[in-house]
């Protein structure tokens, strides 16, 4: 199971790396990707090298998308026409998309959550069409997310959606995670 976290210039770190690290303590390949390069600054200054540019991957390989948020992150993810197309694809598919804090309002503009309930940044919900106070929604194969604080739960469902809920309760054990 291969899954996409494209990162760009200014992307939330918390949000990034919380997702990243949850998904390879369940198995999960998760691969960061740069937009454009392999070099990427996060918005609280933490610089990091991916696995690859996202140039180098096609949608044909993986299973999903995690688009984390941060501002002007998501915004830089948005303007990406690659990331689009592979996203677009990904849904046609029915594979993963999922997205946290501002993400979803990138996942909006492309028209992939019009039918769709979403979590989103709060201040940001006018940018969606079904706006939810949710912390994390589900919806199908879509998983949105509130932001940074919800990180950790956000990842926990994506485990929970790849690879099922005792999947999930193994890496909840692993990291101590106590629900609220």
Known sequence: MKILIPLAEGFEELEAIAVW?????AGVQ?????????IIRGKNGLQVTTEAKLA????????????PGGWPGYENLASSHDLKQLTL??????KL??????APT???????????KAAVYPGLEREILRPRGDRVVKDENFITSK???????FALEIVEYL????????VERQIAYERA
Request: aromatic residues 2%; negative net charge.
């Open 97 to 102: 998309i999922a997205a946290i804090c501002g």
């Open 163 to 170: 690879l099922g809920k005792e999947k999930r309760q193994e």
């Open 30 to 38: 998760a691969v960061l990707a740069g937009i454009p390069g392999t």
């Open 106 to 116: 990138v996942l909006a503009r492309w028209g992939l959550l019009d039918e769709r």
């Open 56 to 67: 180098d991957l096609r949608a044909e390989e993986l299973d999903g998308v995690v688009l």
């Open 21 to 25: 690290d949850i998904l390879k303590r």
């Open 147 to 153: 932001g940074p604080g919800t990180a950790v739960e």
């Open 89 to 94: 694809r990904l849904a046609e598919e029915k």
